[in-house]
Structures are given as C-alpha cells and as structure tokens.
C-alpha cells in the first residue's frame, strides 16, 4: 500500500474550516484514499473515502487532486468536538488491510 | 446500524493469567480485523479474518490467539503476556475484505498486564 504523509498537528479556530493535507504521491490506479479520525481514547471513526471523484457526505468533504497525488479533507465548520487525531489512508482496492500512519492531531479552539 | 461492540473495556492480567477478548457485529460483515494501539501510536493490525478464515497475520507473538467461531463473533485469547503488550485492542469489521468496503470500529478493551 501507498505511503501518506501528513502535517504532524493543526490549529483551527471554532466555526471555521479545517483543511487536512495528505501527500500520497506513489498512489496507484488501484487504491482508494480513506480517513479516519479517532478522538482521545475511543476507537477510530470512519469519516469519508474516495477514489478519484471529489466525495461529500454530512461529516467532511474530500478533494482529490487530478494527478491523486495528494488529497485534503474539509471540516466545512469545526467544533470542539472535532478535536482528534486524523488519518489518511491509502487501501488497495484488493486487500484486506487498513494501515495507518502517523495521522495529524488537529486541535479546535474557542 | 454500524456498531461493532467489544467486551471488556477494561482487563487487568498477570502475566500467568488466561483471559479473552470478545468482539461481536451484527451488521452480516464478513471481514473481521483485530488492531492493537499503544499509546501515541497509531493502531497496528494483528489478524484479519475474512469469511471466518484467518487470511492475515502480521507476524504476531502466539501468545495472542484469535479465533473466529462464527460470522458475528471474534475473539482474541491472551495467555502468558508480558507488560508491554499492555495497550487498547481494537477489533472492526466491514462487508468483505474488498478495499472498496468500509472498515468500522468498536470502542476497543483496555488491557493492562501486570
């Protein structure tokens, strides 16, 4: 599976929009990009994937770039809440795995 | 409905001890993954099952047994453990083992080895 790499941590300021980055620049045809977040303690949550398309759904928005060498996910509004850990994840379309690397802490404040 | 519910949240353990891991997902998912996390870390995968067959093992010590009795059910047995390998187990599921399903998450059971 492709490797991504991902800011180590993220400031943004409540009701504001949190852009992620993730580099996956040796993506293959093949592999689709996940994120998951996972807040202090609790299991990760599946947020959103996506293939090549641009993907939306009522937690975050995905954009993936034409080349799929890099991709962002948008918190269109953030809230304490969203304070936790986020990772990108690139999966094989024909593979069990999900691995994850080292993710971005993102930190909301007031 | 996407739960994946993991019995228990806390374990303690010495290192003698025989204990169990229990995972359960009524969601008719097919796929059955075992992940350890230490603190600050990201998860790790240890097992996968798919289609109630272990299709995966990352190099896991055999002190870590899972076993998966039918499509719902997975469990992790733990015999003679070591104090590292305290940390959260976190077992998920998805449809199949196709990269396209999504992978769901239980809260995870804390373990400490003492």
């Known amino acids: 599976d492709a490797k991504t790499t991902q800011p180590t941590s993220m400031d943004c300021a409540e009701g504001r929009a949190a852009n992620l980055p993730c580099n996956h620049s040796?993506?293959?045809?093949?592999?689709?990009v996940y994120w998951y977040r996972q807040i202090h303690s609790q299991g990760p949550q599946y947020i959103i994937h996506g293939l090549k398309n641009n993907e939306t759904n009522e937690m975050a928005s995905l954009i993936i770039t034409e080349d799929r060498k890099s991709s962002t996910l948008i918190l269109p509004h953030a809230t304490l809440r969203d304070t936790a850990v986020y990772y990108c994840i690139v999966r094989n379309l024909n593979t069990d795995k999900l691995i994850f690397g080292t993710g971005t802490r993102l930190q909301v404040f007031p | 409905d996407t739960e994946v519910t993991q019995t228990p949240k806390h374990l303690v353990m010495g290192m003698t001890n025989k204990k169990s891991l229990k995972c359960e997902q009524h969601?008719?998912?097919?796929?059955m993954y075992w992940y350890k996390q230490k603190a600050k870390k990201p998860p790790e995968l240890m097992f996968v099952?798919?289609?109630?067959?272990?299709?995966i093992n990352e190099s896991v010590p055999s002190r870590f047994s899972p076993e998966c009795p039918n499509s719902s059910l997975l469990n992790l047995h733990l015999h003679a453990l070591q104090p590292e390998d305290s940390a959260l187990y976190l077992c998920a599921s998805s449809l199949s083992g196709y990269g396209g399903n999504t992978i769901y998450f239980g809260e995870g059971s804390w373990l400490t080895v003492v």
């Open positions: 040796t993506i293959s045809g093949n592999e689709y």
């Open positions: 099952y798919s289609y109630e067959k272990l299709s």
């Open positions: 969601m008719g998912h097919r796929a």
